[in-house]
């Protein structure tokens, strides 16, 4: 089992570049996140997913959207990259319900923009 | 929302000694407290976590205790080793599907 596996690993992006990160797991977990992490504020939950299909809002969404068109991926886009977004991205997934579940982490995608 | 604090943001000790990290949270909803420890270029792992109808957990060296009255709750860490150096963070879940993280908080274990 791999578990939770981020790409890219890095990304440098100029201000108004799009991307997306990927987020794969392969232990059949219901639900998925995406956390963002900066110095000093801790890890700060961007979006969730409670199934296939299904997407909400987390405590700082703007700037970011995503899908999770098949069970095992989740993604994060950032249709207009600006430099507020630079940061360190986890995506974590729990079998279940988070509050009573472990979260797995994957290993983080550090991203840049200029 | 939820909102976590979590002292020291960085904690110095001696190798054998103890370590204890505090959090205090402000939802009196919360019922899971999740720590987590972060080494160096990596994603967050689980350590140790707590539910609400539990007031202390303890696996080996490490334990959690849990004032729901207070609505704070500490990490222990006893006979430090250098391998215990991290950054720890403590978190709140109200049992839906947000979880809310404390800032971190750097241990440096010193041999």
């Known amino acids: ?114 | 929302g939820e909102n976590v604090e979590q002292h020291p943001s960085t904690l110095s000790v001696q190798e054998g000694d103890s370590a204890v990290i505090k959090c205090t949270y402000s939802d009196s909803a919360s019922n899971y407290f999740p720590w987590y420890k972060q080494e160096l270029g990596k994603g967050p792992q689980l350590i140790i976590d707590i539910r609400s109808n539990v007031g202390e957990k303890k696996d080996q060296r490490i334990a959690v205790t849990l004032n729901k009255t207070a609505k704070h709750f500490s990490l222990h860490i006893t006979e430090t080793q250098p391998e215990d150096s991290a950054v720890y963070f403590c978190a709140a879940s109200i049992g839906g599907n947000q979880f809310y993280f404390g800032t971190g908080t750097s241990l440096t274990v010193i041999p």
């Open chain 1, 1 to 114: 089992n791999a578990g939770v596996t981020q790409t890219p690993k890095f990304r440098v992006l100029k201000t108004g570049q799009s991307m997306t990160l990927l987020c794969a797991q392969d232990m059949n977990h219901e639900y998925m996140y995406w956390y963002r992490q900066d110095p000093g504020m801790g890890l700060r939950l961007i979006h969730y997913s409670v199934g296939e299909g299904t997407t909400a809002k987390g405590e700082v969404p703007d700037g970011y959207n995503v899908s999770r068109l098949k069970k095992q991926n989740f993604l994060l886009g950032l249709e207009s990259a600006a430099p507020s977004q630079t940061s360190v991205y986890f995506c974590a997934s729990s079998p279940l319900a988070g509050g009573w579940n472990e979260q797995f982490f994957g290993p983080g995608t550090r991203l840049t923009v200029l």
